[in-house]
């Protein structure tokens, strides 16, 4: 299988879709998630860290039913590897918590 072209890429909340949001988009809804990854299990999901096939994302949620592609998306995000999630614990809004540990000094502007 060939890289997709840029056209063919999605990237939503960090997590890389390729042909795959096309697919999640065009399914016949409501679906299960076993129909999903008998029909899509093999797509990768990319992100920063790692990469994972639907099937191993969406393996701990087999018995869900989906309405939407929206709501197989929310399973997809909820399931994806912490590889997904960019830098663990970060946040640019708010100053770390009493007793938080920093990984950075303090700095001053």
């Known amino acids: 299988m060939s890289d997709p072209t840029d056209s063919e890429r999605l990237r939503e909340h960090g997590v ?3 042909p795959l949001a096309h697919q999640l988009d065009q399914h016949e809804y409501p679906t299960t998630c076993e ?3 008998e029909a899509y299990g093999s797509a990768i999901l990319r992100f920063q860290d790692g990469e994972q096939t639907l099937e ?6 087999r018995e869900e039913q989906f309405d939407s592609p929206a709501e ?5 995000f909820s399931n994806v590897s912490e590889g997904a999630i960019g830098r ?3 946040s640019d809004r708010t100053p770390p ?3 938080e540990q920093t990984e950075e000094p303090d700095e001053s502007f």
């Open 72 to 76: 197989a998306r929310t399973a997809i």
């Open 35 to 37: 129909e999903l990854v």
């Open 88 to 90: 663990k614990g970060y």
């Open 16 to 18: 890389e879709f390729g």
């Open 56 to 61: 191993e994302v969406l393996n701990p949620v």
């Open 97 to 99: 918590a009493l007793g």
